[in-house]
């Protein structure tokens, strides 16, 4: 099949772009190309057109741009393959955070997302139709529902901001709160195991250091504290970042003793009482905004700190 190549700001060029998906990515495009994207079109063919979902004002929660595909398989609870025009590509719901595989409730996420996509299914893009690891971003619907909402609402998904697929945002974000009010899924009261017996909090993260970015890892850096009056053993526990695609876990024994603090450092250098170095060779925390996430060895969140750049 003949690709439709896209270019982007400066004419660099962008990803190949199946002509089938031409389509779905023009507003996408639009707003790479340096002009405005339009806003979402309740624009739907004329088969199993969905019902509004999520009980929101009249039109906002309809399909927008997009196209007919079928589902090949599931990958976890917000990835998925599907298929067009005989061609397969990986897409990644927008708008939500699943646990990762292997986490908790990463098995029921993933299950949950086959069975409410499980055979053709509609996809939305937003303002920008690819991630940087050339995943498809999309919303998804099936038989009425927006499915990435349908996660959230149902506490297996966290609502996420990726700018600058924003245009659903809000009742993604409306889902999560209610999900959170219920206790549902990831929210609910020892989901994932009891939860360890102390206070620990994301304090600071310091995302953008003087200077281009890569110049000073160092200066870049999340520091965690604990607020309770015992020490912390924090073996087996993981930090990640909202992609989840940067992680760092402590190293066995590492304890943070009583009401003290630690930097972790995003570059290298030598471990000492009070700062670790993640060891990555580029930035971790995004500048225009992002989530850490400080998750415990049963699973559960122990603590998380967002921020807007």
Same mark, same amino acid.
């Given at each position: %099949?003949?690709?439709?190549?896209?270019?982007?700001?400066?004419?660099? $060029?962008?990803?190949?772009?199946?002509?089938?998906?031409?389509?779905?990515?023009?507003?996408?495009?639009?707003?790479?190309? *340096?002009? !405005?994207?339009?806003?979402?079109?309740?624009? %739907?063919?004329?088969?199993?057109?969905?019902?509004?979902? *999520?009980?929101?004002?009249?039109? %906002?929660?309809?399909?927008?741009? #997009?196209?007919?595909?079928?589902?090949?398989?599931?990958?976890? #609870?917000?990835?998925?393959?599907?298929?067009?025009?005989?061609?397969?590509?990986?897409?990644? @719901?927008?708008?939500?955070?699943?646990?990762? /595989?292997?986490?908790?409730?990463?098995?029921?996420?993933?299950?949950?997302?086959?069975?409410?996509?499980?055979? /053709?299914?509609?996809?939305? /893009?937003?303002?920008?139709?690819?991630?940087?690891?050339?995943?498809? =971003?999309?919303? =998804?619907?099936?038989?009425?529902? @927006?499915?990435?909402?349908?996660?959230?609402?149902?506490?297996?998904?966290?609502?996420?901001?990726?700018?600058?697929? /924003?245009?659903?945002?809000?009742?993604?974000?409306?889902?999560?709160?209610?999900?959170?009010?219920?206790?549902?899924? %990831?929210?609910?009261?020892?989901?994932?195991?009891?939860?360890?017996?102390?206070?620990?909090?994301?304090?600071?993260?310091?995302?953008? !250091?003087?200077?281009?970015?890569?110049?000073?890892?160092? *200066?870049?850096?999340?520091? =965690?504290?604990? @607020?309770?009056?015992?020490?912390?053993?924090?073996?087996?526990?993981? @930090?990640?970042?909202?992609?989840?695609?940067?992680?760092?876990?402590?190293?066995?024994?590492?304890?943070?003793?009583?009401?003290?603090?630690? $930097?972790?450092? $995003?570059?290298?250098?030598?471990?000492?009482?009070?700062?670790?170095?993640?060891?990555?060779?580029?930035?971790?925390?995004?500048?225009?905004?992002?989530?850490?996430?400080?998750?415990?060895?049963?699973?559960?969140?122990?603590?998380?700190?967002?921020?807007?750049?």
């Amino acid at each position: %099949m003949e690709p439709v190549r896209s270019f982007g700001a400066g004419g660099r $060029t962008a990803p190949l772009i199946p002509r089938a998906l031409a389509a779905v990515c023009l507003a996408s495009a639009a707003a790479a190309c *340096g002009t !405005p994207a339009p806003e979402p079109a309740a624009v %739907m063919p004329p088969r199993a057109e969905p019902a509004p979902a *999520g009980g929101g004002e009249p039109g %906002m929660n309809e399909p927008g741009m #997009g196209i007919w595909a079928d589902v090949v398989r599931i990958i976890d #609870g917000d990835t998925l393959v599907i298929s067009l025009e005989g061609d397969e590509h990986r897409l990644r @719901l927008i708008g939500i955070d699943a646990p990762e /595989t292997g986490e908790c409730l990463s098995r029921e996420a993933g299950i949950r997302l086959g069975e409410l996509a499980s055979v /053709t299914v509609w996809i939305e /893009t937003d303002r920008q139709p690819y991630d940087r690891h050339g995943r498809l =971003l999309a919303y =998804l619907w099936a038989e009425g529902d @927006l499915v990435n909402e349908r996660l959230a609402a149902e506490g297996l998904a966290a609502a996420r901001a990726y700018e600058p697929n /924003t245009a659903r945002q809000p009742a993604l974000q409306a889902a999560e709160d209610a999900a959170r009010r219920s206790r549902l899924g %990831m929210w609910a009261d020892g989901a994932c195991g009891a939860p360890p017996p102390f206070d620990i909090e994301i304090t600071e993260i310091r995302w953008n !250091p003087p200077g281009p970015d890569g110049d000073d890892l160092n *200066g870049e850096y999340l520091v =965690l504290t604990n @607020l309770s009056d015992r020490p912390v053993d924090l073996s087996g526990f993981t @930090l990640r970042d909202a992609s989840a695609s940067n992680r760092y876990r402590f190293p066995p024994g590492r304890a943070l003793p009583a009401r003290s603090r630690v $930097t972790v450092h $995003t570059g290298n250098g030598q471990d000492g009482p009070d700062r670790l170095y993640w060891g990555s060779d580029r930035p971790i925390w995004n500048n225009d905004g992002d989530r850490a996430l400080l998750v415990d060895p049963a699973g559960n969140a122990a603590a998380e700190y967002s921020y807007r750049g």
